[in-house]
Nanobody
Framework: QLQASGGGLVQAGDSLRLSCAAS????????MAWFRQAPGKEREFVAS????????SSADSVKGRFTISRDNAKNTVYLQMNSLKPEDTAVYYC??????????????????WGKGTQVTVSS
């Protein structure tokens, strides 16, 4: 089971760090990713990380502002979000891919989804 946490209501320019902790299974050997879904929009890729943490990728819309990382000892992946904008408002989901790493994942590449956490950025 994957549980995302750390969301909340912040102002534009603020920072948040999301966490996704896995329980019941180890995810240390899997690639992981963050997706988000804004109201009325499709779920979209945000960032991904290889099993070792050595390779990361992020969507152009968040590049330079968001950083994905992981701590395999804690079975947890993080998303550090800086310089937040109102358009970052969405429910954020963590995801696991059991196969080889893909930089820009789509929903079809995901094997497990976590429960989302709401991020709301006010202007």
């Amino acid at each position: 089971q994957l549980q995302a946490s750390g969301g909340g209501l912040v102002q534009a320019g603020d920072s948040l760090r999301l966490s996704c902790a896995a329980s019941g299974r180890t995810v240390s050997s899997y690639a992981m990713a963050w997706f988000r879904q804004a109201p009325g929009k499709e779920r979209e890729f945000v960032a991904s990380i290889s099993w070792s943490g050595g390779i990361t990728s992020s969507a152009d819309s968040v590049k330079g502002r968001f950083t994905i990382s992981r701590d395999n000892a804690k079975n947890t992946v993080y998303l550090q979000m800086n310089s937040l904008k109102p358009e970052d408002t969405a429910v954020y989901y963590c995801a696991v891919r059991k196969g080889y790493y893909i930089a820009s994942m789509t929903e079809a590449h995901v094997d497990y989804w976590g429960k989302g956490t709401q991020v709301t950025v006010s202007s």
